[in-house]
């Protein structure tokens, strides 16, 4: 059986560096190229036409989850194995149709074994997951890291979500907890079970209970099993008024 050929994405050069050292030690593996950013491995892919791409998901521009969704769009897409040193990523990582999901810092052995498994996949089986992944169903699950733990709160149980700086606050039947995601990223996962109302908001479909507007036109939405109304922002008023035909 002849090498599995690799391409190594990452925006570390140490971290490029331990991963060859790794792969020589794997001795099956044949290092065809390495891209510092998901752009510059999207041109390699051609170029170096690797088996399994090993990639990063912290990364500057294109990020290592929209990479692997970029990937598993070419008609016969290598396996992807992610290696990063953040675990929340774990439930997009594998909605990309990844094979595995490494944790920094990668073991030898996690590495081989992550390796035999791509290699059992041939291109045919990765292009098959890969269709089934564009066509299935909306993301199904929040992960919320809780001390060391991290639990999964289901997004039929989501009321909205709102950003203040950095994080964003989960509001759910649960209470409330923060995440690092992005309100654009949350909006691009959850599709049409969720609108923006405010730059600052995405709230559920499924648990609005109203649609209310003021004296001066200002429009706010009520949500089920809570007080508070949330303001919708003059430039999003007309997408709601056009969506709810009101």
């Known amino acids: 059986m002849s090498a599995l050929r690799v391409l190594v994405v990452d925006d570390e050069a140490p971290a490029r560096e331990r991963l060859r050292a790794l792969l020589a030690e794997a ?13 510059e491995a999207l041109r390699k892919l051609d170029e170096c036409d690797p088996d399994i791409v ?10 290592g989850i929209e990479t692997a969704r970029r990937i598993a769009e070419n008609p016969a ?20 149709q990844a094979v595995a999901y490494l944790l920094k810092p990668i073991r030898r052995e996690k590495l081989a074994a992550a390796l035999a498994q791509a290699g059992r996949l041939t291109r045919p ?28 709160v289901p997004t039929s149980e989501v ?24 309100l654009k990223s949350l909006e691009e996962d959850l599709g049409a079970a969720f609108v ?12 609005l209970a109203a649609i209310e507007r003021d004296p001066d036109g200002q429009y ?27």
């Open 27 to 39: 001795g099956d593996a044949l290092v065809v190229g390495e891209a510092a950013d998901g752009e």
């Open 54 to 63: 090993l990639l990063d998901v912290r990364m500057p521009g294109l990020d």
């Open 77 to 96: 897409p290598p396996a992807v194995i992610f290696t990063t040193a953040f675990d929340e990523y774990a439930l997009k990582a594998f909605d990309a």
């Open 125 to 152: 089986q990765l292009a098959q997951a890969a269709a089934v992944a564009r066509f299935a169903p909306q993301r199904t699950h929040i992960a919320v890291k809780v001390r060391d733990a991290t639990r999964l």
């Open 159 to 182: 009321r909205c979500f709102v950003a203040d700086q950095k994080y964003v606050t989960v509001r759910h039947s649960g209470g409330d907890d923060l995440i690092e995601e992005s």
């Open 196 to 207: 923006r109302i405010h730059r600052s908001a995405l709230v559920s479909v499924a648990h």
């Open 220 to 246: 706010y939405v009520r949500l089920r099993d809570r007080d508070e109304r949330l303001a919708v922002s003059r430039r999003m008023a007309g997408e709601l008024r056009e969506r709810f035909r009101i």
